[in-house]
């Protein structure tokens, strides 16, 4: 399985169903009046978090996602079937960001964490609701209103207790392989992992999450290498190993590998180096000189490091390593599963209430009409309706609407637009 941790998708809710313009029509009742039902609500969108997927790589395959529309109104009052909710699975520890504002909308970290990123469009009501002592008989019914849609961007930040980093080649894959049951690729050669490992150590009834990440590089948090693959997901660990390679039998090298680390990871977040962490001196086997250990110990002393010596050949140290880690969580259980951004869940548009009108000259004879109100009229409203043509040319005149075209120098005849309605301009002022 290909490991990916972004990818970008597009979610639409549902429209709302259009309400139904009817009339009660029973033998022996002649005036039976209006009888239209409403539409139901489009479907709304939600992300779920579940522990059954462990990358975005579905997303890669399909971006689009639709939930489905209401149901139109029906005659005898009979409103629409609202759609069904659509629920769109992520694993744990992804986060969800507006791509268009670049707003994190929540970071779902638990099974079941479910974020509404898209409201449904309300459906239209039917003619029966707007039945009055003075109009008892209305021709007139509403459209749906649209769903919602959004540009997303999903996150992944693997959630894992220890984060196993350091440079290419240095033996996390095989110390990780020896600390659980995970059996990664290795190799001798760097950048053999080219994607974060997990691995599971049993100790009891003690379970530790352990991740193996790429790499790390001089530059690494410019995205040179692996990059930024690597950094994003050491954010959620509880506790950090960083890991040595001894082969080189020279302090002088060892300091350098950590000063490289050390810099990589404040360059990306300098929260991250307030983490508990331990040093992993890895391959013990390629030392010389027993001495050099000694060394190593008043090094890591130095950098206030606490120290493990470790084999993953000979498993020296493996024992004592998984004991240490064991000790070390037990005292961080409440940490590294919080949330990092709250759930901002969807919420409807204000409702629009008239304002000033705005004219746009498009060109020879034509204008549009620039008002949010005017424009969700426009949309709702069935202009083969006799009554609707009524209703929203009242609305017009209300606003001012003729004589702002007029003083944009609109003429008889000129062609209008508001929102995607097209009409053609017949002043009816003096």
Known sequence: MKFIDRAEINVHAGRGGNGCMSFRREKYIPKGGPDGGNGGRGGNVYIKATDRLQTLEDFTYKTQFKAQSGEEGRRANQSGKDGEDLIIEVPCGTIVWDAETGEPLGDLVEPGDTLLVALGGRGGRGNATFATSTNQAPRFSEKGETGQSRHLILELKILADVGIVGLPNVGKSSLLACLSSARPKIGSYPFTTLNPNLGVLQLGEKRITLADIPGLIDGASENKGLGLLFLRHIERTKLILYVIDLSSNSVEDLNKQWNVLQKEIINYNPEILKKPSMLIANKTD??????????????????????????????????????????????????????????????????????????????????????????????????????????????????????????????????VYIGELEFEYKPDIE
């Open 286 to 415: 390629l030392v010389n000189d027993s001495s050099f250990l000694e060394q190593v110990a008043q090094w890591a002393k130095k950098i206030e490091q606490e120290v493990c010596f470790t084999s993953a050949i000979t498993r020296q140290g493996i024992d004592k390593l998984s004991s240490l880690l064991l000790q070390n969580l037990s005292n961080l259980d409440s940490v590294g599963r919080q949330r990092l951004y709250p759930l901002k869940h969807a919420v409807r548009g204000r409702i629009l209430r008239p304002s000033e009108i705005e004219i746009e000259p498009l060109g020879e004879g034509k204008f549009r009409v620039v008002n949010q109100y005017l424009e969700e009229m426009a949309s709702r409203y069935d202009f083969s309706q006799d009554e609707a043509i009524i209703r929203f040319s009242k609305i017009i005149a209300r606003l001012g609407v003729e004589e702002s075209l007029a003083k944009m120098g609109a003429k008889d005849g000129d062609t």
